[in-house]
């Protein structure tokens, strides 16, 4: 148990300095605390976003419940994330926080998923504030502000509550994501996507092309040049502050309607935020690119659920993985004698009979054969 909770610890430490995000150490397991788990107490999450000079104009942050945790801090996912088929409870390397976090963010922005809080940060109030949440393991996307001359990108926000400190149980945790500043080049950049199936080579239930949802915002009087697809591009103000789950104006109606707020008119949604979906299939080797300036653009990808397998989504330097992993196949279940009426007694009978008339019949036939 030691060893397992040092792993752990090790990992949330890993990933705080891959997120740039620190968090604080989450228990193994209830024995690491010198006092019992009160399972009926509420929790609370400050998230406080260090925005300096950038101001963000009105920006829901979406709060999500990914997993609950047993007794034991075993995490289960919640239903809203169950078609997403982590495994929250094998996470040893920075690497494997870093794909969760890339898959989260993605399936967040991909799928209609209800959040169990929404806190509206501006530029006087940059601090969102969840209370009353119960025990299980919590996820923020990553939000971006994208300003004339600059790209600023917070975080995502991965936190499990409550969680152990000092050998005690904290109920009220509060964590700071950092930021990465970006500033344009106006240089051709290349993007790709890479489609990976882990299957071990079994490709029957490969189907001949999986479908990349693109989705990108422009920044002030820029123009995207994109060279391999038909995506087009419009002027956006500056700055603007996007939360990825609200990426595009389909998931932002449907979010929103989810969570019971009122949709938000033509006029609300960000006329920059521009939608391409692209096959990629076996004849593109799996592989899908295109050139742009950078000039701002935010860009993402999705990828689309496929029967029989996994998705998780990596995010690399100008490209993302969407690695689809194979899921267990059911065997058929054994063939038992069936018993009770259904038995099949009579076949039984029957051979039993001809087989105690064969060996009579030796009998009789060998005794003929001594006599004679």
């Given at each position: 148990m030691k060893k397992y909770f040092s792993l752990v610890t090790v990992s949330l430490l890993a990933m705080a300095m891959v997120f740039t995000m620190p968090l604080k150490a989450s228990a193994a397991s209830t024995d690491q605390a010198d006092e019992k788990l009160d399972a009926g107490k509420t929790n609370t999450l400050t998230v406080v976003y260090n925005a300096g000079d950038d101001a963000f104009q009105d920006t829901a942050i979406q709060l999500y419940r990914v997993a609950d945790f047993s007794a034991d801090y075993k995490f289960t996912l919640t239903e809203g994330f169950a078609a997403s088929g982590l495994d929250l409870n094998n996470l040893e390397s920075s690497d494997q926080w870093s794909t969760v976090a890339d898959t989260l963010d993605a399936y967040v922005k991909g799928n209609s998923v209800a959040s169990v809080g929404t806190f509206t940060v501006s530029?006087?109030?940059?601090?969102?504030?969840?209370?009353?949440?119960?025990?299980?393991?919590?996820?923020?996307?990553?939000?971006?502000?994208?300003?004339?001359?600059?790209?600023?990108?917070?975080?995502?926000?991965?936190?499990?509550?409550?969680?152990?400190?000092?050998?005690?149980?904290?109920?009220?945790?509060?964590?700071?994501?950092?930021?990465?500043?970006?500033?344009?080049?106006?240089k051709d950049v290349n993007y790709f996507i890479t489609v990976v199936w882990n299957d071990n080579g079994v490709t029957k239930y490969r189907p001949d092309s999986v479908v990349a949802h693109i989705?990108?915002?422009?920044?002030?009087?820029?123009?995207?040049?994109?060279?391999?697809?038909?995506?087009?591009?419009?002027?956006?103000?500056?700055?603007?502050?996007?939360?990825?789950?609200?990426?595009?104006?389909?998931?932002?109606?449907?979010?929103?309607?989810?969570?019971?707020?009122?949709?938000?008119?033509?006029?609300?949604?960000?006329?920059?935020?521009?939608?391409?979906?692209?096959?990629?299939?076996?004849?593109?080797?799996?592989?899908?690119?295109?050139?742009?300036?950078?000039d701002g653009t935010v860009w993402n990808v999705t990828g689309e659920?496929?029967?029989?397998?996994?998705?998780?989504?990596?995010?690399?330097d100008h490209g993302w993985i969407l690695e689809y992993k194979l899921?267990?196949?059911?065997?058929?279940?054994?063939?038992?004698?069936?018993?009770?009426?259904?038995?099949?007694?009579?076949?039984?009978?029957?051979?039993s009979v001809s087989g105690v008339m064969l060996v009579v019949f030796g009998i009789v036939s060998r005794r003929k054969a001594h006599d004679r």
């Open positions: 530029g006087t109030n940059t601090t969102a504030k969840f209370d009353n949440l119960t025990a299980g393991w919590y996820f923020i996307p990553q939000v971006v502000i994208v300003c004339e001359n600059e790209i600023r990108t917070f975080s995502s926000v991965i936190a499990t509550l409550p969680t152990v400190q000092d050998r005690k149980w904290v109920y009220s945790v509060e964590t700071k994501p950092k930021s990465e500043t970006v500033v344009p080049t106006y989705t990108h915002t422009v920044n002030t009087e820029s123009e995207a040049n994109v060279v391999k697809t038909s995506v087009s591009s419009t002027a956006s103000s500056s700055p603007k502050a996007l939360a990825y789950g609200f990426f595009g104006a389909t998931p932002l109606v449907s979010l929103l309607s989810e969570t019971g707020d009122a949709a938000p008119s033509a006029e609300d949604v960000p006329s920059s935020t521009v939608k391409q979906d692209v096959n990629i299939s076996s004849a593109m080797n799996w592989h899908y690119e295109w050139t742009t300036k950078d659920n496929v029967p029989h397998y996994t998705l998780t989504t990596k995010t690399v899921n267990p196949i059911p065997q058929p279940d054994p063939i038992i004698p069936r018993t009770g009426e259904e038995f099949p007694w009579l076949a039984v009978v029957l051979l």
